[in-house]
């Protein structure tokens, strides 16, 4: 297909700063949004990426301010929506991450339906959206026609998870309402190696588990019980660099590049529709830690975690594989952020 221009909201972004660099491989020219332009530490990796200069071109747009992103999406053929709030201290749910997240998803497509020259909206969910529900059977994997359950979400103060499972809802509606022909992404939790100076939340999380700084919190979460578990995180353990790792217990992983490449993917084929879940393999903590240890065994990653009382789950990503899409391993994805990490001087290898 001819690459014409396409814009990325949240450009300087973890996962946003990926996609870009592939779309820029591509051919693509891209508009990517950013909040603060003027500030060149942040955005320097874009800059320094191959085709940068001759075809990317950076936007100021904020979730919040209606209209915003105008200027940025007019004439685009394509919107990879991308920005929104991701976890960190969260003291007013509703200001900080609900209402960015929704009605900034919102404000992009409303800027969207003002331009004829719109294709295809790509919009950023995440697993999360289909695993928080209360009757997961075991024996079915989970896939794109399960939603996460608003009403958990909330009882239980899972303030991500209500944000993009409203947003995506949300959008869908939007959508539907007003003819944009819109495609969903759903990636489990992101490994890989990270363009921006600063590590995102993900990359801490990992960050955090190599270097085995959260060993001492697991001791909180022995009871078991799985109410405990979301108070803990929602009240107790706010420092915690690997709290998602105890969380969720087991959790679905998919390489950077692999996430990049699934958005143009469904960017590009015609025969894309609807949601798509975006993932390699999921993993206990025990298991994933055994495979880490055994291939880093110098680094002090804890040996196992207490195991608690969370429902088993296993993610179908048949419809993705239906276009033609093949994963990356969890081996593959560790060992680039790993590499990536030290060449950053995050992390040293004993
Ligand atoms: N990382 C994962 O494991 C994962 C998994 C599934 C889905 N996702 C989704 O992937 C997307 C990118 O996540 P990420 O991991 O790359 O996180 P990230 O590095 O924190 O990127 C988030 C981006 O959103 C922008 N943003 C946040 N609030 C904004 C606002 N009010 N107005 C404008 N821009 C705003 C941020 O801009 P600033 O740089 O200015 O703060 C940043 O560029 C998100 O939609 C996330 O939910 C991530």
Redesign the pocket.
Known sequence: MEHGTVCV????????SWLIKRLLLSGYHVIG????PGNEA?LAHLWNLQGAKERLRLVK????EEGSFDNAIMGCAGVFH?????LGHITDPREEIIN?AVN?TLNVLRSCKKNPSLRRVVF?????TVRVKDNIDSQIPLDESCWSSVEICERLKIW?VLS?TMAEKAAWEFCNENGINLVTV?????VGPSL?PTL???ASDILGLLKGEAQAQAQYLRTGRFWLYFFFINFVMKTGETERFYWHGRMGYVHIDDVALCHILVYEHDDAEGRYLCSSNVVDNNELVSILSARYPTLPIPKRFEQHDRPYYELSTAKIKSLGFKFKTIQEMFDDCITSLVAQGHLSIP
């Open positions: 909201t949240g450009a300087s972004g973890f996962l946003a949004t950013v909040r603060d942040k747009a904020e979730l919040t991308m920005a929104s709030p991701v960015p900034g950023t969910s995440s697993s999360s991500y993009k759903m990636p489990s939790f992101v921006p995102c939340s993900t």
